[in-house]
């Protein structure tokens, strides 16, 4: 009986830690988001029953706050070039930089009402608005090139290594059926297959994403059911069976998952390139239009 047994029914407990922080750490940005997403909603509804003036009073000082905080921020590229001059670890200063990045802004709504009074707020308003905006894009593109919340650098071949060690878990399993081996068979190849223009790059990786997003479910059970056939027929009991059809179903999700991030890393590596490109310039024109809007503001 041991001929269908390639198998492990351990339970991976670090796994199970691993998934639990990530889980822990999407919540905490779900939560952030929604808080986020519900001020801007409540104080656009209220924005007339406020009386938030931004010359004075509270308006006054949640424009100051909020510049504070995008003046505060800087400590994350400071403290990552500087070295430890600047107090604090990278990872720190890095979360920091998130938060400070979103909560600034809408401060800075807020002081200014939702609206603009003059073309040199309008200006940095929106300026800011677009420095937060690029910095939610580069968050993005940065969960898929570093190791989930930290500030570790995910190398080429270290998920091409995943990619293949998900796909020998896979072998250990016996036949997966023509069907599935050959859907498989398609997926390593738009992986492997170089590609140097990005909109071909592109092209392939959203082919893949949509193509093993639509197909995952189908392909996972029909692997099971194929392998658990395969068991059957070997006289292997129900117990036994169920086991290994919960397990084929599980590797092959992880192949499809470290098929998928292979496919797709260097097209969030090479956007990544062009929006550090981008942002830093978008930064710079924010603080000399908000210095503007400041001088204005105090002096005109």
Do not use: C
């Not at 351990?10 to 939560?31: D, I, N, Q, W």
């Not at 292997?236 to 999700?253: D, I, L, N, T, Y």
């Amino acid at each position: 009986m041991a001929d269908w047994v390639g198998l492990e029914l351990k339970h991976p407990t670090a796994t199970g830690r691993k998934v639990r922080s990530v889980r822990t750490v999407r919540r905490k940005g779900y939560l952030f988001a929604t808080f986020v997403v519900s001020a801007i909603v409540i104080g656009w509804l209220t924005k007339d029953r406020m009386g938030l003036n931004p010359g004075e009073g509270l308006g006054y000082w949640l424009g100051i706050i909020g510049a504070s905080m995008m003046v505060i921020l800087l400590g994350y590229p400071l403290r990552k070039r500087g070295g430890p001059i600047i107090p604090g670890t990278v990872g720190t200063w890095f979360k920091i930089h998130m938060t400070l990045g979103v909560l600034g802004p809408l401060l800075v709504l807020f002081h200014a009402g939702f609206s603009w009074r003059a073309l040199n707020s309008g200006v940095a308003l929106w300026a800011m608005i677009l420095v937060s905006l690029s910095g939610l894009v580069g968050r993005y593109l940065h969960l898929h090139l570093y190791s989930r919340n930290s500030l570790r650098h995910r190398e080429a071949a270290d998920i091409m290594t995943e990619m293949r060690r998900q796909r020998d878990r896979l072998d250990r399993d016996g036949a997966l059926g023509k069907e599935v081996e050959a859907r498989l068979a398609e997926y390593q190849q738009i992986v492997s297959h170089p590609r140097r223009r990005l909109s071909r790059t592109i092209f392939a990786s959203l082919r893949l994403s949509v193509a093993i997003k639509l197909n995952r479910n189908r392909l996972m059970k029909a692997a099971a059911q194929e392998v658990e056939q395969h068991m059957a027929l070997l006289g292997a009991p129900e117990k036994e069976r169920q086991a290994m059809r919960a397990e084929v179903r599980k590797h092959v999700r992880s192949y499809l998952d470290a098929l998928l991030d292979a496919g797709t890393f260097a097209t969030f590596e090479r956007l990544f390139a062009l929006w550090h490109v981008a942002h830093i310039p978008l930064y710079i024109f924010l603080g000399v239009t908000a210095i503007i809007h400041i001088l204005a503001a105090h002096y005109f």
